[in-house]
Each structure stands twice: as structure tokens, then as C-alpha cells.
């Protein structure tokens, strides 16, 4: 069967750019069948069971070389970093490098950084006066905290953290639609956090501390790893845990705002707390889409599809799949998963980070559900399509317990 035949969406449609609630009916009438649909930049993937087989099959990659194409990087330093990442190794290369760094991404790792995590988010809150009527949270916190954290996690300056988060947003263009001139700046900016990466590396191997830094200079004096396993560690690390984190804690919050029963619950039982994170990322993920080329020619679902081919596992249509998740478009944050919301991928490439940002999610609805009655979102501007969606503006107004 050709893949011409599959039925089509206009991925760049309206439907598809920013409201999951309008994506999830337009996928709807597609995930009773097969599940494949057509788009513009290759195959979509729109129900859960088999989004889930793609994410986790071997005989495909996670697609790098055909991401660089798309947006036009050219061989060269910036495309060999990205190639270098953690998420575009296989094999052998791939379990060195995600076993030296393993014992810094564990539950009890993330535990390490939360009274941490707590201060700053509570500290953030406080100082920013956040009881006034028009509370710019993205500026103020949810951009602030997961570059922090990295520069924490690496041992360097929090002064930094502006650095990073810029140096993230650029390179998160890898996730927009091409668009002139995102080719340079995302070449600039993975030029220069290399850069800043391997300064970074070189002051810990002069001075090592006890950040996760620190811990791979460490791995590499013994001979077990090298600088590029270094790199494809932190610059994974760097580049997938700001933006998708901070999205996603302004996605919690909108989500939230917008059922103010489920707030109470969360105020009034704070122990929901994880399991209201994994709802609400199930809900409304930030990010929309993974990415898979199978490494040689093969069939699949009836298709010939070769290493050219682009599937796209869809986050967003498969944790919104009923035979997975009942009644899908109801925020429940008692709800319990029979199975596994998509975001955070699964198997050899699972997200590495999942356990910190859960954390730091966590902190973040503790303490504004602590604090606050309830939320008004004043202005969310969500901008982004094809794989993420990034929040360019989140204005909200809190409105306290006295009221
Ligand atoms: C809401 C936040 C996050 C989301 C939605 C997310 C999502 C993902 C997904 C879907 C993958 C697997 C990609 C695939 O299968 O195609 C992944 C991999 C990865 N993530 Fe995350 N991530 C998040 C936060 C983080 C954080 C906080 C860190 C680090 C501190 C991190 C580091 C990584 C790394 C290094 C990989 C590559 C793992 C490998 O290839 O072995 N992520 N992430």
C-alpha cells in the first residue's frame, strides 16, 4: 500500500497549531481505524496503542539527520553536536553515555534538588509581589526555574541561567516550522553552548564540585567515557529540559485555572500532587509530537517505508485516545492511569530528565495551590506547531484565600 493512500490532514491548519481541544476533535474520527493518517511533513500516529509500538520499537531512530534537513542545518559543528546528543546515539555509544550519567536522573536524584527547588519557587513567588492583579508567570517563574535548576545540576553560576534559557529557546526552533533565517540562529546558539559547555567542563575538571558535571569529568579521568559522551549528556540535557519543562508548567497552570473543582481537590489533598502532574500532562502536553525514521526499508502497517519516511508518534492524539484514557476531555487529577501518558517517550530513549522535571512541576502547583484560592489566566500565547508548543506570553491573576 502507498503511503498517498492514507487518509490526510493539513497539519499547519488552524486545528493543529495551539489548541489541543480543537486538534484532539480534528484526530478524532482517525484513531477509530489504523491510526495513520497523512500530513504534509510525513506520517501521523494518532492512537495510543500503536504511537506507543512506534515510540518504543528498535528498527526505528529518533530521526536527527531528517530534523536537521527539514530546517536546513548543514554539515558542520552545529549538526555534528546535534548528532552528537544522547537522543541521536545508538547502541553502544548510547548506553555508555546515558549509563555514566544514570545516578543523577534517578527518583532519588530529583528528590536531591527539591528543597531547592521549593526555596526558589516559594522565594520567586514571594519577591515577585505576586499577589497584584497581572502576574507575568512565564517571565517571572516558569521560564526561570528549569534553567536554574540546569545551571545548578551542572555546577555552574545561577547567574547564567538567562544564558541557557536563551540559548534554549533558539535552539528549540529545531521544533518550529522552518521559517528563514531559524538555520543561523539555531547554528549560533549550539555553537556557543558548546562552547560554554566545554569552558564549563574544563573549570569542573580544574575544580570539580558535587553537581553532575563534576561527576562526568570525573567518569572521563577513569578512561570509561570522553568529552563527547560529556556533550551528549549536558547539551541533550540542556536543550530538552528548559523549554519543555517551562511550557509544560505554564500548560499545568492553564489547565488547572480552568477547572477551579480540581484546584480545591489539590489544595484541600495535597498528596495528589503526583498523580494530578501526570494528568495534567496527559491533558495538555506541551510537547505534541516525537519523531521516527526506520534505519532500513521495511513494512510497516501494511506501508513500504524507508529511512526517508518521517513517522510522528502524536503525544497529544494518543494520551487523548479513548481506548486508553476514558473520556479523555475530563481533567480528573484522581484519575488512575491504566497506562502510560506518551510524553515523556519510552524504552532505550525514555526521557532521561523525567524524574526532575516531575519534580519541579510538582513544586510549582504545591505552592501555588498552597498559596492561592484560585487562578484567572489573563493572557496565554502559545505559539509553535509541528512538535511543541511555546508559551511567548502567560499572564495570570491569583486570587487569594481572604477573598
Ligand atoms: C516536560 C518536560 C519534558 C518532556 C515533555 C520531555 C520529553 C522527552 C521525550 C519525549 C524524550 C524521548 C524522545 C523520543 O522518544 O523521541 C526525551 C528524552 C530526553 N530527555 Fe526529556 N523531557 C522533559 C524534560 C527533561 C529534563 C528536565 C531533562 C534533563 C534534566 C531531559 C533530558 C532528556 C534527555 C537527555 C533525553 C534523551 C534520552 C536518550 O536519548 O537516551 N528531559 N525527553
Redesign the pocket.
Known amino acids: 500500500m502507498s503511503i498517498d493512500t492514507l487518509p490526510s490532514i493539513d497539519w499547519m491548519s488552524e486545528d493543529f497549531q495551539t489548541d489541543v481541544e480543537r486538534a484532539c476533535a480534528a484526530i478524532a474520527p482517525h484513531q477509530k481505524g489504523p491510526g495513520l493518517v497523512r500530513s504534509d511533513r510525513g506520517i501521523e500516529i494518532v492512537n495510543y496503542a500503536l504511537a506507543l509500538s512506534v515510540?518504543r520499537d528498535a528498527r526505528f531512530s529518533?530521526a536527527m539527520p531528517s530534523r536537521l534537513r527539514t530546517i536546513g542545518i548543514p554539515d558542520g559543528a552545529a549538526a555534528r553536536s546535534f548528532l552528537n546528543f544522547?537522543?541521536s546515539r545508538e547502541g553502544v555509544d548510547?548506553v555508555r553515555a546515558?549509563k555514566a550519567c544514570a545516578p543523577w536522573f534517578t527518583a532519588s536524584g530529583a528528590e536531591k534538588l527539591r528543597e531547592q527547588t521549593r526555596a526558589w519557587v516559594n522565594q520567586w513567588l514571594d519577591e515577585s509581589n505576586s499577589e497584584r492583579a497581572d502576574f507575568d508567570f512565564l517571565g517571572l517563574l516558569s521560564n526561570r526555574l528549569?534553567s536554574t535548576l540546569?545551571c545548578l545540576m551542572i555546577g555552574a553560576p545561577l547567574s547564567d541561567a538567562g544564558f541557557i534559557q536563551h540559548m534554549s529557546e533558539e535552539m528549540m526552533l529545531l521544533t518550529a516550522p522552518p521559517a528563514p533565517g531559524n538555520a543561523e540562529r539555531i547554528e549560533d546558539a549550539a555553537i556557543k553552548t558548546q562552547a560554554y559547555l566545554l569552558d564549563q567542563a574544563e573549570q569542573r575538571r580544574r575544580k570539580p564540585g558535587a553537581d553532575l558535571l563534576s561527576h562526568m569529568v570525573g567518569v572521563e579521568a577513569t578512561g570509561a567515557i570522553d568529552t563527547d559522551d560529556i556533550l551528549a549528556?549536558v547539551f541533550?540535557?540542556l536543550v530538552?529540559?528548559t523549554d519543555?519543562?517551562s511550557s509544560?508548567i505554564c500548560l499545568n497552570l492553564q489547565a488547572l485555572a480552568a477547572n477551579p473543582d480540581q484546584w480545591r481537590l489539590l489544595k484541600e489533598n495535597p498528596a495528589l500532587v503526583s498523580k494530578a502532574v501526570m494528568e495534567l500532562l496527559r491533558y495538555n502536553p506541551?510537547?505534541w509530537s516525537?519523531?521516527r525514521s526506520p534505519f532500513d526499508e521495511m513494512e510497516f502497517e501494511g506501508l513500504r517505508i524507508t529511512p526517508e519516511d518521517t513517522l510522528f508518534p502524536a503525544v497529544f492524539a494518543g494520551n487523548n485516545d479513548p481506548a486508553a484514557f476514558p473520556e479523555p476531555r475530563r481533567l480528573d487529577i484522581e484519575r488512575e492511569h491504566a497506562v502510560t501518558p506518551l510524553?515523556?517517550?519510552t524504552g532505550?530513549?525514555?526521557?532521561?530528565?523525567?524524574m526532575?522535571?516531575l519534580m519541579e512541576q510538582e513544586e510549582v502547583l504545591l505552592a501555588v495551590t498552597r498559596k492561592w484560592k484560585s487562578c484567572t489566566v489573563l493572557d496565554a500565547d502559545f505559539s509553535g506547531k509541528m512538535f511543541a508548543l511555546a508559551p511567548q506570553s502567560f499572564r495570570v491573576s491569583f486570587v487569594p484565600d481572604s477573598e
Open positions: 515510540v529518533l544522547l537522543f548510547h546515558r528549569p540546569f549528556v541533550n540535557a530538552g529540559s519543555t519543562t509544560q506541551g510537547a516525537v519523531q510524553n515523556f517517550g532505550r530513549h525514555g526521557c532521561l530528565g523525567r526532575i522535571t
